[in-house]
């Protein structure tokens, strides 16, 4: 069982940053990480996702704006967001898992899901 807590949501404006990071109460180096995130009557959709062995994927909306990345010692994952724009605007959620025959950014992938944090963008 692995338990995930998400942080660093908030409002910015178009063009600002935000990192959102998933603290987990378990070991994640040996399972696989994503970020996900829902907007208002739209379905969960994969942002971003890392594998245990380090293979990365994005979500063509945020390639070379969105960075994934994990600290194993400290068990947490992290999201930095760079050029925020108003389409952004989403509760996200940190998800982890070990199904590995579905892809990174599918929801069948994963197990264990965090309760979101609120990202608004305004323009």
């Known amino acids: 069982q692995v338990q995930l807590v998400e942080s660093g949501g908030g409002s910015v404006q178009a063009g600002g940053s935000l990192r959102l990071s998933c603290a987990a109460s378990?070991?994640?180096?040996?399972?696989?990480m994503g970020w996900f995130r829902q907007a208002p009557g739209k379905e969960r959709e994969g942002v971003a996702g890392l594998d245990r062995d380090g293979s990365l994927s994005y979500a063509d909306s945020v390639k070379g704006r969105f960075t994934i990345s994990r600290d194993n010692a400290k068990n947490t994952l992290y999201l930095q967001m760079n050029s925020l724009q108003p389409e952004d605007t989403a509760m996200y959620y940190c998800?982890?898992?070990?199904?590995?025959?579905?892809?990174?950014?599918?929801?069948?992938?994963?197990?264990?899901w965090g309760q979101g944090t609120q990202v608004t963008v305004s323009s």
């Open positions: 998800a982890a898992g070990s199904r590995r025959w579905w892809p990174l950014l599918h929801l069948g992938r994963y197990i264990y």
């Open positions: 378990g070991d994640i180096s040996t399972i696989c």
